[in-house]
């Protein structure tokens, strides 16, 4: 039994590593008053292979986090659009079991140690792991995120402090991390963290999904030099349409060539978001030309470029090992172990949070008694 698991998982992991998604011409837009429609997504197209790091960079409303809600399923896309995984079309019931959402909020159990919540999230997802692997991949994702010093330190409750915002969003980082998903997409997960701890998270994801062949999707502001270098392709939008879109580090040369080169002592990112934001331009006809000379510079390059992937290099699984996959998760085994996981984490949070349940029970009393 263990030689099978053990063949299964080499088996996965080699289809991981050897794995390329793609997307072709999301669109998405929302239905205005008086019967009009507002396009936020337009033919959006980018491809990402296993290992690489893709962050999709722009201004607030260019539709960063409305094209990641698409790539993750949660948003219906519109015209002729597809996703793609090593050339078999991914549905949503596909996306949802081999990917893994950071939200931009944090939804933690203030009761719950971080150790405790990184736990429970991975025995959530894989019921049937052993208790040795679960501590070491918990111990592992906690290492790399440099959460060490607060590892046995509860998150915190608006009654009880716990750790920091930007330890939470660590967090809630490692929760979907510590799974090892196929595809991982992050929205904001930079957000609250300091220069430093913000490439060093990066840094700690990227080392992850080199390892285990993972592609991560990430929504992120202008970030620091530092915390771009860590992304190995870059996606920027502007109004819902891309203006860029390649290697992080292609990224000076390609403004170069467009005749706007970066300055000496400028990031790359911070002169790119020089012509993708018209918020604060004292003459916005200016900036908005800027963003379609941008645009139709983008198409005049991706018109001369022939595509190079060559599918059968990253061949992905068989349709019986996607069959067995699928059959894996949807088992009773699997929905037994979880009920008891739960039972669990719900025990420890009543236990936990005595006074709040105490304070309510008494008002349930106390009304029961008014009542009599």
Not at 100 to 112: S, Y
Not at 208 to 228: N, Y
Request: hydrophobic share 40%; with cysteine.
């Amino acid at each position: 039994m263990d030689d099978q698991a053990s063949l299964s998982s080499q088996r996965q992991q080699t289809h991981a590593t050897n794995s390329v998604l793609s997307f072709s011409n999301l669109s998405y837009e929302v239905s205005l008053k008086g019967g009009a429609s507002k396009k936020l997504l337009d033919d959006v197209s980018v491809e990402v292979k296993a290992g690489e790091l893709l962050a999709i960079m722009g201004p607030s409303g260019a539709g960063k986090s409305t094209l990641l809600d698409v790539m993750a399923f949660r948003k219906p896309v519109s015209g002729n659009s597809s996703v793609r995984l090593n050339g078999r079309v991914v549905d949503a019931r596909t996306m949802h079991r081999i990917s893994t959402f950071v939200e931009q909020e944090d939804a933690l159990l203030g009761v719950l140690t971080v150790r405790e919540s990184i736990s429970y999230a991975l025995r959530l997802h894989l019921p049937l792991l052993s208790a040795k692997d679960v501590v070491h991949r918990v111990n592992r994702v906690i290492t790399a995120l440099g959460l060490e010093s607060c590892a046995d330190q509860r998150i915190g409750t608006p009654i009880s402090r716990g750790i920091s915002g930007g330890q939470k969003r660590r967090v809630t980082a490692a929760c979907a991390m510590v799974i090892y998903p196929r595809i991982l997409l992050l929205d904001e997960v930079t957000s609250g963290l300091d220069s430093t701890a913000a490439r060093e998270v990066m840094s700690a994801i990227r080392t992850l999904a080199v390892a285990e062949g993972m592609i991560v999707l990430a929504t992120i502001h202008q970030p620091s030099l530092d915390t771009l270098a860590q992304f190995t392709n870059l996606l920027l939008l502007a109004e819902g349409q891309t203006c860029y879109s390649g290697r992080v580090d292609d990224l000076a040369g390609y403004f170069e060539r467009w005749g706007k080169p970066v300055g000496r002592f400028q990031a790359p990112a911070e002169h790119a978001m020089n012509f993708l934001n018209n918020d604060f331009s004292s003459n916005g006809s200016d900036k908005a030309s800027s963003v379609h000379d941008l645009r139709e510079y983008y198409l005049s390059t991706v018109n001369c470029q022939e595509p190079s992937t060559d599918l059968e290099k990253f061949k992905g699984p068989s349709n019986e090992d996607t069959d067995e996959f699928g059959k894996a998760n949807s088992s009773m085994q699997k929905i037994f172990w979880n009920t008891l996981v739960l039972s669990e984490r719900s025990s420890k949070n009543y236990s936990r949070n005595l006074l709040a349940y105490g304070v309510r029970g008494g008002m349930y009393a106390g009304m029961g008694l008014m009542l009599a």
